[in-house]
């Protein structure tokens, strides 16, 4: 058991545990500094893509579900970085609630800005009642639209 003390006292000092008394505390420290990117991930996929929340009726369909699932997470965030160019991607800040660095809600978004102007996916036929909009206009409403679903 290894007890993390914060030096200046704003964090309650978690416990670390493991089944192994052999181990060093810098050895078990740095499996749980490793294991957080891989949290993130999970919290991530789960605040955004809804894993964890299927709603099947057999455990295989939910077997099946979470890797695709992940699978998605990946493909999102693989589209992104392509596109970026290696450009940062935008951080979309709220008044409330200031981001010192991208999330994968903005990655979801960027994606979604890239992805809904296409045309080549639509299903809809084509019809005389079209109403045009001004480009900024669209622009616009796709950009609320995009963190919005």
Request: overall charge negative; cysteine-free; aromatic content about 10%.
């Amino acid at each position: 058991m290894l007890l993390l003390r914060d030096p200046h006292g704003q964090f309650d000092p978690p416990v670390l545990l493991s089944t192994d008394l052999t181990i060093v505390p810098a050895q078990i420290i740095a499996w749980f500094v490793t294991r957080w990117s891989l949290e993130v991930t999970f919290h991530e996929v789960r605040a955004h893509l809804g894993v964890e929340t299927q709603r099947q009726w057999s455990d295989l369909a939910i077997l099946r579900t979470t890797p695709a699932l992940l699978g998605l997470f990946s493909l999102v965030t693989l589209f992104a970085h392509a596109r970026l160019h290696g450009q940062p991607l935008p951080v979309r800040q709220a008044a409330w609630y200031a981001k010192s660095a991208p999330t994968f809600s903005d990655t979801l978004a960027f994606v979604r800005q890239l992805l809904w102007p296409i045309t080549v996916f639509s299903t809809s036929p084509s019809s005389d009642h079209v109403v045009e909009i001004p480009g900024a206009l669209f622009d616009r409403l796709t950009d609320t639209l995009a963190f919005a679903a």
